[in-house]
């Protein structure tokens, strides 16, 4: 055992430092390219990380492999769970824009049946990774893009839209949000959780390409080219909440009447 959990250490240190190394030569050879072409080259980077992810269980961290496995799995994320007492019905509809090939979000909460719908854009590549790696998942994931959410759902369709550290995967991650309002019903909420500057830190690899960050109060995405204040694009159509907890941006959006 101690010789497998030594293998997995030495196995993500190697997996980081390619990573960087790969990051800066990818960084060279696309410099003239827009984020959505930057974008779809990243993808076997973002496959590859979960091939890896479920053959070695979480990089040697069994509890977490466990827990994103297990169907009774609680909702944990104290915001989530705080609001979804707040609705009246005992069904609550939840979105996951860009939830990986595991969501998350937990399964149960007291009185409440959650209907969880999970998508990625990598759907596809996630069931095939899987299948390789013998897991059934509890939630399914399903192909879709959050830049076209209204394309495969309807407007008020949703309690909940929910993404974490996902959106700055994107490569338009405020028209993402801009979708995640639309398709919540009045009432409902949109629930944003990110890594502070993700980008920076990861060195703009792969699909990191956006940054999460609050700025004198106010919730702003941005890049090496551009800045974004959310709350000023949304404006008439989402009152906004951000705030940092230790290294990540939160943020809720309720939708206006």
Known sequence: MQSLRRWVRRHERLRRLAGKL??????????????????????????GFWDDWLATKAFGNEAEYEVRLDPKLRVDDPLLAERLDEFAGPEV????????????????HPGKDLRIVAIDPLAADYDRILAK??????????????????????????????????????????????NMVEVVRPGGFVLLRHRRNEAEAK?????????????????VI????????????????????????????VCVLLRSE
């Open 22 to 47: 790969a990051g800066r030569v990818s960084q060279l050879r696309t410099r003239s390219l827009s984020v959505r072409e930057r974008w779809s080259r990243a993808i076997p980077y973002e496959s």
């Open 93 to 108: 509809a939840i979105l996951d824009v860009g939830a990986g090939p595991l969501t998350t979000i937990g399964r149960t």
């Open 133 to 178: 790696a013998g897991v059934t998942p509890p939630v399914r994931t399903i192909a879709g893009e959050g830049e076209t959410l209204l394309e495969q759902f309807d407007p008020v369709s949703f309690d909940v839209a929910y993404s974490a550290n996902a959106l700055d995967h994107c490569y338009d991650p405020l028209s993402v949000i801009s």
């Open 203 to 219: 060195d703009y690899l792969g699909l990191h390409q956006w940054n999460f960050d609050i700025r004198d109060g106010r919730f």
């Open 222 to 249: 941005w890049n090496r080219s551009s800045a974004q204040d959310v709350a000023e694009a949304l404006s008439g159509k989402a009152k906004i909440r951000a705030h940092e907890d230790a290294d990540e941006v």
